[in-house]
């Protein structure tokens, strides 16, 4: 299987047109009323330019590629003290805007392929996703630990490995194996059931997507589990049915869909499989009219925006052959994919529930701290990170925070453990879940 994933030697001319404006350090409204803040988690912490939004990475791949750079400690820890959110992207307006995160990746990758990265304890994350096909070294057979419940009250899920369905749920790592995340896909489940949805679950046989593997540089990981996973849906595709895949990992929606998209192979293998986020799947019932909130939620809560749902998922509109502007001139995003009005849409829809809004939303919003193995390498960095987002959330006068990605629901929580705040992150399945009428 052919991979089109680039080489940092891909990027010397995208690199070259980034002309060191600092439009990427801070999150900017026209407005009115203007409004600016923070954008970059590690510019906000370390400050110095190295550790600041594309400005100073893209200035560390030039040293690189030039040869004016060697590798040591203190670079590699700059490039792994990044989150990859993307915002920094978000606010550039320069030719080479869509490419900043694959840039800050293709770094990554340059140090793994020359033996320096990762860092150390994302070699401890590779090893164990070699040793259980997961990172969280978790035993295959604590992968179903969640589905418990469902069992004993004997409604147990569909294996999918056994009988047919057109509906995978595809669990993913952190909902199965990080133990506060598992109200996530319980909550999925206990929804699915509810609204008599035909879907099963992969169990023991489920691996990881390999999103943390290719968010820390390491392709040949990322590469091998991708594959199998590919093949593995072929498969059910035709052996079992499946038409849709569903999960409600921001992360693994991403790797999924867009990652998963640089195989030559994808679109056969994908072929007549849809992906999509559980909100999707679950606002399309909704306005099919086939699923109705019955409870009544009192709570005011506010949303935070998950980078692999939102910037992450932005497409961009490029002149290829110079036929309106300039080859290869930036003229606008596509942000049709991503999931910013979806779930305020059916947060909005349950009773009782009283919807505010943060400062930073939608591409401007604020990292939670935890993505691009960050929370494994810098846990007190993110925890810290994602204090400054549970206080801004405070700012508005909610009671909770609503996100729909596992990274954010433990980070944040964390976070709003650390500063002693009673706010706490909910996934939006969980609401959802809590909104809908009892299982007859």
């Not at 035909?198 to 590469?223: P, Q, W």
Request: proline share 6%; net charge negative.
């Amino acid at each position: 299987m052919d991979w089109k994933i680039p080489k940092l030697e891909e990027f010397e001319d995208i690199i070259w047109k980034c002309t060191a404006c600092g439009t990427c350090k801070v999150a900017y409204e026209y407005g009115p009323p203007t409004k600016f803040g923070e954008i970059c988690p590690p510019g906000v912490e370390f400050g110095f330019e190295g550790f600041m939004s594309s400005k100073g990475k893209i200035a560390f791949a030039r040293g690189i590629l030039r040869g004016e750079l060697e590798w040591d400690e203190d670079l590699l820890e700059a490039i792994y003290k990044c989150t990859v959110c993307a915002g920094c992207q978000a606010q550039c307006q320069l030719d080479h805007k869509p490419f900043i995160p694959e840039v800050i990746e293709a770094m990554r990758r340059k140090a793994v392929e020359e033996g320096v990265g990762p860092l150390p304890p994302h070699k401890n994350l590779v090893q164990s996703m070699k040793n259980y096909n997961n990172p969280y070294q978790g035993p295959r057979r604590l992968r179903t630990d969640w589905a418990r419940p469902f069992k004993k009250a004997k409604r147990p899920i569909k294996d999918i490995n056994k009988e047919p369905a057109p509906i995978l749920l595809f669990v993913g790592c952190t909902g199965a194996f990080n133990a506060p995340a598992r109200v996530i896909p319980q909550a999925t489940a206990s929804i699915f059931q509810k609204l008599g949805l035909d879907f099963g679950i992969l169990g023991e046989n489920e691996i990881c997507c390999g999103s943390t593997a290719m968010r820390i540089g390491d392709a040949d990981e990322f590469k091998r589990v991708a594959e199998s996973n590919l093949q593995l849906f072929h498969r059910l595709r035709d052996e079992r049915g499946v038409n849709t895949i569903v999960t409600s990992c921001a992360g693994c929606y991403r790797a999924i869909k867009k990652d998963y998209s640089l195989s030559s192979d994808y679109e056969d293998l994908l072929d007549g499989i849809r992906v999509v986020h559980t909100v999707q799947l679950l606002y399309e019932l909704f306005k099919e009219g086939k699923m109705r909130f019955t409870e009544d939620l009192p709570m005011k809560v506010t949303y935070h925006d998950p980078c692999h749902t939102g910037r992450h998922l932005t497409k961009f509109i490029i002149d290829e052959d110079g036929s309106q502007l300039w080859k290869g001139a930036y003229i606008d995003t596509d942000e049709s994919e991503c999931l910013y009005d979806i779930p305020r849409e059916l947060l909005q829809a349950i009773p009782g529930v009283d919807f505010v809004e943060m400062e930073r939303i939608r591409a401007n919003s604020f990292c939670c701290g935890g993505g691009g193995g960050v929370m494994t390498a810098f846990g007190e960095w993110a925890s810290k990170n994602a204090a400054k987002r549970i206080e801004e959330g405070m700012a508005t006068g909610a009671e909770h925070m609503v996100s729909t990605c596992p990274f954010c629901h433990y980070n944040l929580n964390q976070g709003s453990t650390l500063i002693g705040s009673n706010m706490k992150l909910y996934d939006l399945v969980e609401l959802i879940d809590k909104a809908l009428p009892p299982v007859d």
